[in-house]
Protein backbone atom coordinates (compact mmCIF):
# COMPACT_ATOMS: atom_id res chain seq x y z
CA UNK A 1 0.00 0.00 0.00
CA UNK A 2 2.85 1.98 0.87
CA UNK A 3 4.73 1.63 -2.23
CA UNK A 4 1.52 2.46 -4.65
CA UNK A 5 0.97 5.79 -2.71
CA UNK A 6 4.65 7.26 -3.25
CA UNK A 7 4.63 5.62 -6.71
CA UNK A 8 1.17 8.25 -7.39
CA UNK A 9 2.97 11.00 -5.17
CA UNK A 10 6.19 10.56 -7.49
CA UNK A 11 3.87 10.63 -10.75
CA UNK A 12 2.07 13.63 -9.81
CA UNK A 13 5.20 15.62 -8.40
CA UNK A 14 7.17 14.76 -12.07
CA UNK A 15 4.40 15.10 -14.61
CA UNK A 16 4.06 17.90 -16.84
CA UNK A 17 0.59 19.03 -15.33
CA UNK A 18 2.43 20.03 -12.19
CA UNK A 19 5.07 21.99 -13.09
CA UNK A 20 2.33 24.02 -15.35
CA UNK A 21 0.15 24.04 -12.03
CA UNK A 22 2.75 24.93 -8.83
CA UNK A 23 6.32 26.00 -8.46
CA UNK A 24 6.50 24.42 -5.03
CA UNK A 25 4.61 23.88 -2.01
CA UNK A 26 2.08 26.62 -1.69
CA UNK A 27 3.41 28.81 -4.74
CA UNK A 28 2.15 28.79 -7.92
CA UNK A 29 3.45 29.57 -11.89
CA UNK A 30 2.18 32.59 -13.75
CA UNK A 31 2.75 33.60 -17.23
CA UNK A 32 2.35 37.11 -18.48
CA UNK A 33 1.53 37.75 -22.70
CA UNK A 34 2.06 41.18 -23.62
CA UNK A 35 0.66 41.41 -27.16
CA UNK A 36 0.88 44.42 -29.43
CA UNK A 37 -2.70 44.33 -31.20
CA UNK A 38 -1.17 47.96 -32.48
CA UNK A 39 -2.51 48.86 -36.27
CA UNK A 40 0.21 46.82 -39.01
CA UNK A 41 0.92 50.08 -40.83
CA UNK A 42 2.02 51.96 -37.33
CA UNK A 43 5.72 52.08 -35.13
CA UNK A 44 6.48 48.88 -33.19
CA UNK A 45 5.44 48.86 -29.20
CA UNK A 46 8.29 49.89 -27.31
CA UNK A 47 8.53 47.29 -23.80
CA UNK A 48 10.04 47.16 -20.64
CA UNK A 49 9.00 45.00 -17.76
CA UNK A 50 10.67 44.27 -14.10
CA UNK A 51 10.26 43.12 -10.83
CA UNK A 52 11.66 44.20 -7.57
CA UNK A 53 14.27 40.64 -8.44
CA UNK A 54 14.20 40.04 -12.09
CA UNK A 55 15.00 43.03 -14.63
CA UNK A 56 13.74 41.61 -18.02
CA UNK A 57 15.12 43.91 -20.12
CA UNK A 58 13.72 45.97 -23.47
CA UNK A 59 11.65 44.86 -26.48
CA UNK A 60 10.14 46.21 -29.54
CA UNK A 61 7.06 44.36 -30.64
CA UNK A 62 6.22 44.47 -34.20
CA UNK A 63 2.46 44.38 -34.76
CA UNK A 64 0.98 40.67 -33.62
CA UNK A 65 3.91 39.67 -32.25
CA UNK A 66 4.49 38.56 -28.27
CA UNK A 67 6.52 39.03 -25.18
CA UNK A 68 5.48 36.42 -22.28
CA UNK A 69 7.26 35.50 -19.22
CA UNK A 70 6.93 32.73 -16.40
CA UNK A 71 7.35 32.93 -13.02
CA UNK A 72 6.53 31.41 -9.76
CA UNK A 73 4.73 33.49 -7.01
CA UNK A 74 5.69 34.67 -4.18
CA UNK A 75 2.76 35.14 -1.98
CA UNK A 76 2.18 38.55 -0.77
CA UNK A 77 5.32 40.04 -2.31
CA UNK A 78 5.53 39.28 -6.28
CA UNK A 79 5.14 42.50 -8.49
CA UNK A 80 6.03 42.75 -11.99
CA UNK A 81 5.19 45.78 -13.98
CA UNK A 82 5.40 46.44 -17.71
CA UNK A 83 6.68 50.32 -19.28
CA UNK A 84 4.76 50.78 -22.87
CA UNK A 85 5.88 53.33 -25.25
CA UNK A 86 4.05 53.87 -28.84
CA UNK A 87 3.89 56.74 -31.31
CA UNK A 88 4.78 59.46 -28.69
CA UNK A 89 2.64 57.82 -26.00
CA UNK A 90 4.38 56.71 -22.64
CA UNK A 91 2.61 54.71 -19.81
CA UNK A 92 3.33 51.77 -16.75
CA UNK A 93 1.15 49.69 -14.58
CA UNK A 94 1.38 46.36 -12.97
CA UNK A 95 0.76 43.45 -14.54
CA UNK A 96 0.76 41.21 -11.48
CA UNK A 97 0.58 41.84 -7.94
CA UNK A 98 0.01 39.09 -5.60
CA UNK A 99 -1.19 41.93 -3.18
CA UNK A 100 -4.49 42.57 -5.38
CA UNK A 101 -7.30 40.97 -2.78
CA UNK A 102 -8.96 38.96 -6.11
CA UNK A 103 -5.82 37.84 -8.69
CA UNK A 104 -7.23 38.85 -11.75
CA UNK A 105 -5.30 36.24 -13.40
CA UNK A 106 -7.64 33.47 -12.17
CA UNK A 107 -6.38 30.90 -14.70
CA UNK A 108 -2.42 31.42 -14.39
CA UNK A 109 -2.35 33.74 -17.08
CA UNK A 110 -2.25 37.10 -17.91
CA UNK A 111 -2.94 38.34 -21.26
CA UNK A 112 -2.69 42.14 -21.92
CA UNK A 113 -3.57 43.25 -25.35
CA UNK A 114 -1.93 46.41 -26.32
CA UNK A 115 -4.27 48.39 -28.83
CA UNK A 116 -4.22 52.35 -30.21
CA UNK A 117 -7.21 53.00 -27.67
CA UNK A 118 -5.71 51.11 -24.92
CA UNK A 119 -5.09 48.06 -23.21
CA UNK A 120 -7.18 44.98 -22.53
CA UNK A 121 -6.96 42.13 -20.34
CA UNK A 122 -7.62 38.21 -20.19
CA UNK A 123 -7.71 35.72 -17.65
CA UNK A 124 -6.66 32.77 -20.38
CA UNK A 125 -4.40 32.28 -23.99
CA UNK A 126 -5.70 32.20 -26.29
CA UNK A 127 -8.14 35.39 -24.74
CA UNK A 128 -11.52 35.38 -24.66
CA UNK A 129 -13.55 37.84 -23.44
CA UNK A 130 -11.06 41.11 -23.64
CA UNK A 131 -11.77 43.60 -20.98
CA UNK A 132 -10.71 46.84 -21.51
CA UNK A 133 -8.36 48.05 -18.61
CA UNK A 134 -7.17 51.64 -19.02
CA UNK A 135 -6.40 53.90 -22.19
CA UNK A 136 -3.12 55.32 -23.02
Not at 44 to 62: I, M, R, W
Not at 83 to 108: I, Q
Request: hydrophobic share 35%.
Amino acid sequence: MVVKYLLLLFVVFSSNTYETIACGLFTYKYTVYVVNNLPSNSAPLLLHCASGNDDLGDHVLSTNQDFHFDFCENPFSTLFFCRFRWNGKNTAFNVFDASWKKNRCTYDVCYYSVQSDGFYFSDTNPPTNLVKLSSW
